[in-house]
């Protein structure tokens, strides 16, 4: 177990250029794509699986062995996604990444894909990111003409067309199942699971289905070894990991550090909560997670850590939120959002949703009772485990976690009539100092 | 609902699983799903989006029910969900497994709170508007709500609302907020009809279902998805606002429009028929009826429906009401004085009308001229049904379709002529059933089967059939099966190719005919050479089989056919003629049959409406629509589909009560005066099996029509009539035809550059008795062919053109 940041991924950033494959290769990028030709893709597999690296997008699902799933005799072709529609209030880790260093993700698709033996890729991007979806054709083209990509790669014999595909804004297509419907041209909502991906996704054909910072995470196991990757991070999490502070925080940003990291040492490195304030409750993984609070500090982010706080580790997006927040109104903003998203194909998170919003928003403004609360808990435990994916169940998160931790401050809402915090001093431009 | 996967068949040992639910154990075959075998213990889960006969697709959620799967160890453990939680799943979409245990709404607090959880969800955006919605009263979410939801609602905030209705098509209204969003309506458009027009647009809460703005939600099924909405989002322009179903009486009966006889519910109140839905049966049409069997229903009750029986006054020359016994008498006694007679009929009777029209023929008026086929036909085709057809009970059957490899079709559009065959053939071309068509062109439902064009034009269908013995492609075998169009008749040589192929190739062939009761007619004896039950005329033991039974003696030469009697009467060589349902437009060549039934000394036309017969007749006689009688239908496969009387205080008489009562002042009584003695008769009478009439066996004539499909200047005339078009039987409801296909001339690519105007301009076609114009399009046809609706948007190709399918015919751009 470490306290220090270890940069690997984010290694290069600060590099002049680094998105160029000039300054990729500089630093010795392409030479774990070179070793992985030379292996055999089961090997790969087998590697990735030795070194338990597990799924970043913020289910943690053993990578090695969801790739393991493919079943190598069906004859139809393989096909490797890359997730990369980070859309979850709060994540903001793969597009930097994408950003600063395309060829580490892209290295990392010709590597899994090899490894998968698929010989089309796909980078699913969110939309409304054009600035990294260029930096991501640029990276692609430059692989390209360096031979990376194409047919008989570097004389292997080995082909992979690698296509950059950009989607339409919406939240649900970050769903799996949603987003490869979405590939394929139609209205993303999510697919009847089984068949599962793996046996039938993209074309009816096995895919896998990764995120970015899993795919990112791939060349550096296969220079360093698995047992470098084990080496980082805790028993059942290894590895480093991006996590990203924002919010009220000193040094909001990117902070690469092993599994198992907890906040109270990402807050120091961060230089602290904003000044003159205290922490009064983050998220672990993005709004889909429950909120946590300060007495939280000292627990390990990894996935079992965060899962025995009654959370989960998800995407690493740690919004850190300070005593001028209300948390009846942050609490709405989120759920505002997950009813603007929810794909509308169940009923429970499409009208789960819809009223959640109303609900909580007559809170906000002081016209409810305790009552009105049990009522909104049972909304919640109508929708969680009842909707057709996950969505409906982040849905829920905030809203029961921020009844669990502040219930009286929703009563404090209906005995000010309203709501008694004053919005402008939880924002950023608040005057240093402010108090709630 | 039905299931059909397994037709009633006994499942062996090894393809059940058995599980629990709620404690009852129960074994189902493998791959059923845990919402229907729940529904074999008596335990109906609620649900909305499943359908047994669409896709599954879980989103409603209504189905949840808490399921435990066995471990490793053999002992049930439950699904659980996120961290710590039972995790109910949908029953809609979980097949059953070997030692699942499920515990419903019945036996599971869980399950039960979380229907309960999603019925509250569903009925927050729900409008109150029960007291006014066309489905209250017959409501699923109104009923489930009762069974499965919460007293009270806790929702007091603002329900989403949309204008409503909006028009998705001229016959169905959407009324975006009462829907649930279940996708029924979307799935069966693609999965059923195969017409995607609707689907769903934007999300979240305000999802909702939209149209294609640039094509239109024209589809021959769209009724279907009223009847399959669980909610009153969808409803039709003709009910709407029109019945509470608690004030309807239900009756099951049998439509009347195409040949398929598809299992249809007749509601109706006070005498009168407010609405049609699908019946269901498994082994016909499933769940489903075209929008002609479910709307076309109102030309019973038009202005110009005959009510009372009239006679032409002899001072005035005028026709005048008349009374039954009177217009019995005035008829037999025409009949007498005008000698020899002869009968036409349509193809719309009842298998017992049919017969009491047969045996009027025989017994009454002593003569064979008796034909029902008013609308091209041949000495071939009669040999054809005579060796082929006649009183051959069951044969090739719709369940038959979804077990063979091949099907060819030859002078047979199914979505067009027999919708409900068509449906059938495209589930079956979803679970890789081949279908060929030998065709002019590729038509929309070919290409919605996925069908294969032998592109053929009309004339060379014979040689086309001759052709397939020896085609590698199609490889038709003793695993395929031969659909057979009425239209061939009209084709040399086709019809007797079409038996050749069967024989050659051992393919089952079935006859498709277009009408109700064309089947029954040919069953039933109204043809020239042949008597009831395929006993041909010119066979003595079949003369005295029926002579037993008939206690009469039956004339030994054939008569004459349709096209004969017409020729007969004109040649003042018949003076009398009986005339039932035929429309002379309808016929190859209305104007002869205009001119016989001017030329005949006394005509008694048998009609529902007013027409052109009826105002030249010398006796009128009102007869009974199909909702006014008891009857059968005989479907294409040869199944016999009685129905009873739906509008029990209808007054109106059948045609063969009507055709008993001119018998009976003739001294010739027929024997019966009602259906069941009718049927009695018929069942008494048998089936044949004595010698059969061999086979025809004409050449193509192909080596004269090979040459070129262009005739001189002119282009060879395709024709069929459309599903919606300009037909009596769909007078009176303008929703319904407003959403039938508009008129369009279809041509080449290469003919429409050689007329020099653009698609969708006018032309006019012009064959040997006129013009019409109307707007070209451009469809896969060979050069020098022109397809037209023979009836849509007021041209009558019959009619109007002079021409049938086969002739010669010239096109020009623009308007005559």
């Known amino acids: 177990m470490t306290d220090t940041l270890t940069p690997v991924l984010s290694d290069n950033w600060d590099a002049e250029r680094s998105w160029t494959l000039d300054s990729y290769a500089d630093g010795g990028g392409y030479d774990a794509l070179k070793t992985a030709l030379g292996m055999e893709p089961g090997a790969l597999i087998d590697l990735v699986k030795d070194s338990g690296l597990r799924g970043r997008g913020g289910a943690g699902f053993p990578t090695g062995m969801k790739w393991g799933f493919i079943p190598q005799d069906n004859p139809n072709p393989k096909y490797l996604v890359v997730n990369a529609d980070e859309s979850e209030p709060g994540t903001c880790k793969d597009i930097p990444l994408m950003m600063a260093s395309p060829h580490t993700l892209v290295e990392g698709v010709i590597i899994s894909a090899y490894a998968i033996r698929a010989n089309h890729a796909f980078i699913y991007v969110r939309g409304e990111v054009l600035h990294v979806i260029r930096r991501l054709q640029r990276a692609v083209q430059e692989a390209y003409l360096a031979g990376h990509l194409g047919k008989d790669i570097h004389g292997s014999g080995y082909d992979l067309e690698l296509v950059v595909h950009a989607g339409a804004g919406a939240y649900i297509c970050g769903e799996e199942t949603a987003l490869l419907d979405s590939l394929e041209g139609r209205r993303g909502q999510p697919r009847l699971r089984p068949p599962f991906p793996a046996v039938a996704g993209l074309y009816a054909s096995p895919t896998v289905i990764n995120n970015v910072e899993s795919i990112a995470s791939v060349p550096s196991i296969v220079r360093n070894g698995a047992s470098w990757f084990g080496s980082m991070g805790t028993e059942k999490s290894k590895g480093m990991t991006l996590y990203s502070l924002s919010g009220h925080v000193t040094r909001p940003g990117q902070y690469e550090a092993p599994l198992g990291i907890t906040l109270r040492q990402l807050l120091d490195l961060a230089g602290g909560v904003r000044e003159g304030h205290e922490l009064k409750f983050w998220t672990p993984g993005g709004s889909s997670t429950p909120i946590l609070t300060a007495e939280h500090l000292d627990v390990p982010l990894d996935y079992e850590g965060v899962g025995a706080a009654g959370s989960m580790l998800g995407t690493k997006a740690l919004q850190v939120f300070d005593e001028t927040t209300c948390v009846v109104r942050a609490v709405l903003r989120w759920t505002e959002f997950y009813k603007h998203e929810s794909c509308g194909k169940c009923t429970p998170c499409r009208e789960g949703t819809w009223w959640l919003v109303q609900t909580l928003a007559r809170l906000e403004k002081g016209q409810g009772t305790e009552a009105d609360l049990e009522t909104l808990l049972d909304q919640c435990d109508n929708i969680l485990g009842r909707s057709f994916c996950a969505l409906g169940d982040g849905a829920t998160s905030p809203i029961t976690s921020s009844i669990q931790y502040f219930r009286d401050e929703y009563v404090a809402h209906f005995e000010h009539g309203g709501c008694p915090f004053d919005p402008a001093k939880s924002t950023l431009f608040a005057p240093a100092g402010a108090h709630a | ?816």
């Not at chain 2, 002379?584 to 060549?589: E, I, K, R, S, V």
């Open chain 2, 1 to 816: 609902m039905t299931v059909t996967s397994k037709e009633g068949q006994e499942v062996a040992k090894a393809d059940l699983v058995t599980l629990t639910i709620d404690g009852v154990e129960v074994s189902v075959p493998k791959g059923t799903l845990v919402i229907r075998a729940a529904e074999q213990i008596g335990v109906q889960i609620p649900r909305f989006c499943d359908h047994p006969l669409l896709a599954p697709v879980g989103a409603c959620r209504q189905c949840l029910v808490e399921v435990a799967l066995p471990g490793p160890d053999g002992e049930p453990r439950t699904m659980m969900g996120p961290p710590g939680r039972v995790k109910p799943q949908a029953s809609c979409t979980l097949t059953a497994s070997e030692g699942m245990v499920v515990n419903t709404q019945i036996s599971s607090p869980i399950a039960d709170k979380a229907q309960q959880g999603v019925m509250e969800a569903l009925l927050i955006n729900h409008p109150l508007d029960c007291p006014v919605c066309d489905k209250g009263g017959e409501c699923p979410l109104q009923n489930q709500a009762m069974s499965n939801g919460r007293g009270e609602t806790r929702f007091v905030e603002t329900k989403r609302t949309f204008p409503k209705p909006i028009n998705i098509s001229a016959q169905v209204l959407l009324d975006r907020e009462r829907c649930v969003l279940c996708a029924r309506c979307t799935r069966f458009s693609e999965q059923i009809a195969g017409d995607p027009f609707i689907a769903l647009i934007e999300r979240g809460a305000l999802q909702q279902v939209g149209i294609y703005e640039k094509e239109p939600f024209e589809s021959y099924f769209s009724g279907n998805t009223i009847q399959i909405c669980p909610v009153g989002a969808l409803t039709s322009a003709a009910y709407r606002f029109r019945a509470r179903p608690f004030d309807l009486v239900s009756t099951p009966s049998v439509a009347e429009h195409d040949a398929c006889g598809s299992a249809i519910r007749v509601d109706h109140r006070r005498g009168k028929v407010v609405r049609r839905l699908s019946g269901e049966d498994p082994a016909v049409n499933e769940e489903w009826i075209t929008d002609k069997d479910r709307f076309g229903f109102t030309y019973a009750r038009q202005d110009d429906r005959l009510t009372h029986p009239m006679v032409r006054d002899e001072e005035t020359g005028e026709l005048r009401t008349a009374s039954w016994p009177e217009a019995f008498v005035v008829a037999a006694r025409g009949l007498q004085a005008a000698g020899a007679t002869g009968v036409l009929t349509g193809g719309r009777l009842t298998l017992e009308d049919a017969y009491a029209y047969s045996k009027f023929a025989r017994v009454a008026l002593g003569t064979n001229d008796v034909d029902f086929r008013a609308r091209a036909h041949s000495a071939e085709e009669e040999a054809f049904l005579a060796s082929t057809v006649a009183g051959t009970g069951l044969g090739v059957t719709f369940e038959d379709l979804e077990k063979v490899g091949t099907v060819v079709l030859a002078g047979l559009e199914p979505e067009d002529e027999a919708g409900t065959l068509f449906l059938r053939l495209r589930k079956a071309a979803r679970k890789g059933l081949k279908v060929v068509s030998i065709a002019p062109f590729t038509s929309r439902g070919l290409a919605k089967m996925h069908g294969t064009l032998i592109r053929t034009a009309p004339g060379d269908e014979a040689a086309a059939l001759e052709a397939l013995a020896h085609d590698g492609e199609v490889a038709l075998d003793a695993g395929g099966i031969l659909l057979i169009g009425e239209r061939l008749a009209a084709v040399p040589g086709a019809l007797s190719a079409a038996a050749a192929l069967a024989g050659t190739t051992g393919a089952r062939l079935a006859w498709v005919p277009r009408r109700a009761g064309d089947r029954g007619a040919v069953d039933a004896g109204l043809l020239p050479s042949l008597l009831p039950g395929g006993r041909p005329v010119d066979d003595a033991a079949a003369r005295v089989d029926l002579g037993t039974v008939w206690g009469t003696t039956v004339g030994h030469e054939p008569g004459r056919d349709a096209a004969g009697i017409v020729a007969a009467a004109i040649a003042g060589e018949i003076g009398g003629l009986v005339v039932g349902g035929v429309d002379p437009d309808d016929t190859a060549d209305p104007a002869a049959t205009r001119a016989a039934i001017g030329a005949a000394s006394f005509v008694v036309s048998l009609e529902l409406r007013a027409t052109d017969v009826t105002q030249a007749a010398d006796v009128v006689l009102p007869v009974a629509a199909a909702a006014e009688k008891a009857g059968t239908f005989v479907t294409w496969e040869g199944r016999q589909r009685p129905f009873g009387k739906v509008l029990v205080e209808s007054h109106a008489l059948p045609d063969l009560r009507v055709l008993a009562g001119i018998a009976d002042e003739l001294g010739t009584p027929l024997g019966f005066k009602t259906v069941e003695a009718a049927r009695a008769e018929l069942s008494e009478l048998g089936g044949w099996d004595g010698d059969r009439v061999a086979a025809p066996t004409v050449s193509t004539g192909s080596t004269t029509r090979e040459s070129s499909t262009t005739d001189g200047d002119g282009l060879r005339l395709a024709t069929w009539k459309q599903m919606i078009d300009d037909a009596s039987m769909l007078d009176g409801d303008d929703y319904l035809r407003a959403t039938g296909r508009a008129a369009v001339a279809l041509v080449s690519a290469g003919t429409l550059a050689g007329l020099g105007v653009e698609a969708g301009a006018n032309v006019t076609v012009t064959g040997p008795g006129g013009s019409a114009t109307l707007p070209v399009g451009v469809a896969d046809l060979a050069d020098g062919v022109v397809w037209l609706p023979a009836g849509s948007d007021g041209i009558n190709v019959n009619r109007d053109l002079g021409a049938t399918a086969g002739a010669t015919v010239s096109v020009e751009g623009g308007a005559a």
